[in-house]
């Protein structure tokens, strides 16, 4: 397990052009990492992120990142062929949000402990780049209720402590 953990930083570029980095590109508020290795895990990744897109789409301080690995090197002359196919399966409002990486993942497989590269991978960070849960495969009632409880944790903490930055910049008011 590493929960407990700084999730690993990972450069990319995202479908939309831009170069990202993980987790700073996530800093600042909770953010849910998913990864995956083949295509056939993209049901499995729907039964994360559709429930979850539903229960926090109006909450703007959540960001969603897919990592897709193509580990075969082999792929990599195809790399704009490859992306611009995802381009156009994906709404133009998430490209940000899609980072692929081709060749070697072993930045990402050591220390997530990923071992079954059948399988999809799926880490909540905390505003600080902290892993707070994670999971794999695909979403079991019990599971994902858990995730969005801990998102609302994290969600809340994360306004806790802004609220309590700005009550310690208010200046102090002498008593009489």
């Not at 953010?31 to 229960?55: C, G, H, N, T, Y």
């Not at 611009?84 to 993942?105: K, Q």
């Not at 960070?125 to 994902?144: C, H, M, P, S, V």
Request: some cysteine.
């Amino acid at each position: 397990m590493v929960t407990g953990f700084r999730f690993p930083k990972i450069t990319a570029e995202a479908l939309s052009g831009k170069r990202k980095t993980l987790p700073d590109a996530a800093s600042g508020a909770p953010a849910l990492i998913v990864v995956a290795f083949a295509r056939e895990a993209q049901d499995m990744i729907d039964s994360w992120l559709i429930p979850v897109k539903e229960d926090f789409q109006s909450s703007e301080r959540i960001a969603i990142y897919e990592i897709p690995v193509i580990s075969s090197a082999i792929w990599r002359p195809m790399r704009k062929i490859i992306d611009s196919g995802m381009r156009s399966g994906i709404p133009d409002a998430e490209h940000d949000y899609v980072m692929t990486i081709y060749g070697g993942a072993s930045e990402l497989t050591g220390p997530l402990e990923i071992t079954d590269p059948s399988s999809a991978y799926l880490y909540l960070i905390d505003r600080d780049g902290i892993i707070r849960w994670e999971g794999k495969n695909f979403a079991e009632t019990q599971t994902l209720y858990r995730l969005k409880e801990i998102i609302r944790k994290c969600l809340s903490q994360g306004k806790r402590t802004k609220e309590d930055a700005e009550r310690r910049e208010e200046p102090s008011v002498p008593l009489p």
